[in-house]
């Protein structure tokens, strides 16, 4: 495991099983259904409305693993693991060490918008959601939950959203049940831009 997977699996304290080299190109099945809405909507203008799309679909990139997709999310000069040692710098740095991620190899990453907020400059956005990470399979899977921060910036003339910075935004939590993870989300306010 390099990159970003294995600074995700020592940060949030999870083993990653060596899998058989006959194993290690077949992804798990992919999660369909996607993270659960929250109750508790707080009130956003459409340009922030327009952000949460546009993560609600850089999410959705992975979990389709669509690497494709999920470099279009990117901008050029994109930092991951913001604010950390080991940030990684570069749309092709970034794809090249999420690729396991993207497909969903050694580990399961799910996310959803949660609240976006756009400040005075217009073409910068912040956005703050919960994520859950699952790892292993059968006894051995583990579920760990989070936030992840994310700062969204368009260029004059291109209205397309592109991620210039992405990072953890808490210490990860441990959770029993993919049930107990999912409902931990559910509690996780969002921005009222979503339809149930």
């Not at 992975?62 to 990684?88: K, P």
Request: net charge negative.
């Amino acid at each position: 495991m390099k990159g970003t997977a294995a600074v995700l699996a020592t940060a949030l304290g999870v083993g990653v099983p060596a899998l058989p080299s006959s194993a290690q190109t077949t992804a798990p099945p992919p999660e369909t259904a996607p993270l659960p809405l929250a109750a508790k909507r707080l009130p956003a203008t459409a340009d922030e409305c327009a952000v949460w799309r546009r993560e609600q679909s850089f999410a959705k990139s992975v979990e389709a693993h669509d690497a494709v997709a999920f470099a279009a999310h990117l901008h050029e000069g994109t930092v991951f693991n913001a604010g950390a040692a080991e940030a990684e710098r570069g749309r092709d740095v970034v794809v090249g060490s999420w690729a396991d991620i993207v497909e969903g190899r050694k580990l399961q990453l799910r996310w959803r918008p949660g609240l976006v907020q756009i400040g005075g400059e217009k073409d910068i956005a912040l956005s703050r959601g919960p994520y859950i990470l699952q790892t292993g399979s059968g006894p051995a899977t583990a579920f760990r939950v989070g936030f992840y921060q994310t700062v969204w910036t368009r260029s004059a003339g291109d209205e397309t959203w592109r991620v210039l910075y992405d990072g953890s935004a808490s210490t990860p939590q441990r959770m029993d049940t993919r049930e107990a993870a999912e409902a931990w989300v559910r509690e996780q306010p969002l921005s009222d831009c979503a339809t149930p």
